[in-house]
């Protein structure tokens, strides 16, 4: 939870402040340099972070990537850096070059809002086109953070980081995909329907453009109640943990008196007679000690009203209406004995 808060300080940070940066080195200093530091790594220990490290490539020598992070004396992850309102698209080609001539195992490219982290899952030593793992530090998800754990200093796993990046790249990849075909259905995307639908129908030109709308519209709404039912079974077991911790509460503030106790144990010997003991059961409430017959609500023998300035027994006719009477020793308990009896045996 601390990582995950330290994040969100992150990305109110980058919301209130970013209007203010004007250059690429003031995002670094405000935006990627705090990022490397909730990751635990010190950006003023040149044993875990290199700013302006060099990457000669062949024949040209100086070439410099803005960060690179290092475990061992080795680079592990090479990051790129661009100011803030600039678009990170085009720009993975420079990082690529970097990451090719090192032994890094893993790239970033960001402009401190966005982050697109680069490996090298297709072919050895060679950064991938596409990243793995694409995230927004203002809109990040808790499935995100999870995965950013593991880059973090003090539990780093080249291993375990490639072994979900495989599944995280597939996964990326599908939801643009997605993204894309909701927006504006390919041809092939709407084949696919028509021919789930109905498998002899011959596609044509026309059938495709009457299908299209209505491939957009099903699927986006599909894709809307999904996101609905999501929402009320949230909200539902919100309303239940809100019951529940109510309940809690209320149960908390209830404590029971050595004068319930001692009434309920009278009402228990005079009740006894006509039922099995085992069969009285007391429940107290923060306003009274209630005595039911099987524990059942709708069979309530009586309600000792002892926590005020006066104490009563209320007990309860043929139409269930509760009549108090006044005590003013337990022992009056007793003068009720046929009453109670009264009420016992109405219920069985």
Not at 243 to 270: G, L, M, N, P
Not at 326 to 339: A, P, R, T, V
Request: net charge negative; proline share 2%.
């Amino acid at each position: 939870m601390e990582f995950q808060n330290k994040l969100k300080v992150l990305a109110d940070r980058v919301a209130n402040l970013k209007e203010n940066i004007q250059t690429e080195e003031a995002t670094k200093n405000a935006f990627i340099m705090p990022f490397i530091q909730i990751l635990g790594y010190d950006v003023f220990n040149p044993m875990e972070v290199i700013p302006e490290f060099t990457a000669d490539i062949g024949k040209r020598k100086g070439e410099k990537v803005d960060y690179a992070i290092l475990q061992d004396n080795k680079p592990i992850i090479l990051i790129e850096c661009k100011h803030w309102k600039e678009n990170l698209d085009g720009h993975s080609s420079q990082l690529q070059r970097y990451f090719n001539v090192t032994k890094a195992s893993f790239g970033l490219l960001t402009n401190g809002l966005k982050y697109r982290f680069y490996s090298d899952l297709e072919n050895q030593n060679i950064m991938d086109e596409e990243p793995f793992l694409v995230f927004d530090i203002e809109n990040i998800k808790e499935n995100v953070s999870t995965e950013l754990k593991k880059f973090q200093k003090e539990s780093f796993d080249i291993d375990k980081i490639m072994d979900s990046a495989s599944g995280l790249k597939y996964s990326t990849a599908i939801k643009k995909i997605l993204i894309q075909e909701l927006a504006e259905p390919s041809e092939k995307f709407v084949r696919f329907f028509i021919k789930e639908i109905d498998s002899s129908k011959i596609i044509t030109k026309k059938v495709i453009e009457q299908s299209t709308e209505i491939v957009k519209k099903a699927t986006n709404q599909a894709f809307k109640d999904i996101v609905n039912d999501r929402l009320k079974s949230a909200l539902n077991k919100e309303e239940e943990t809100v019951v529940e911790e109510d309940a809690i509460e209320e149960e908390c503030k209830i404590f029971t008196t050595e004068e319930e106790i001692e009434a309920y144990q009278i009402v228990r010997s005079i009740v006894r007679t006509k039922v099995n003991i085992n069969r009285i059961v007391g429940r107290d409430t923060q306003s009274y000690f209630g005595i039911l017959l099987d524990d059942n609500n709708r069979k309530p023998i009586c309600r000792l009203h002892l926590n005020g300035s006066k104490k009563y027994i209320g007990i309860f006719d043929q139409n269930k209406k509760e009549e108090k009477f006044i005590l003013y020793n337990l022992d009056e308990i007793f003068l009720h004995s046929e009453k109670l009896l009264e009420t016992v045996l109405m219920y069985d």
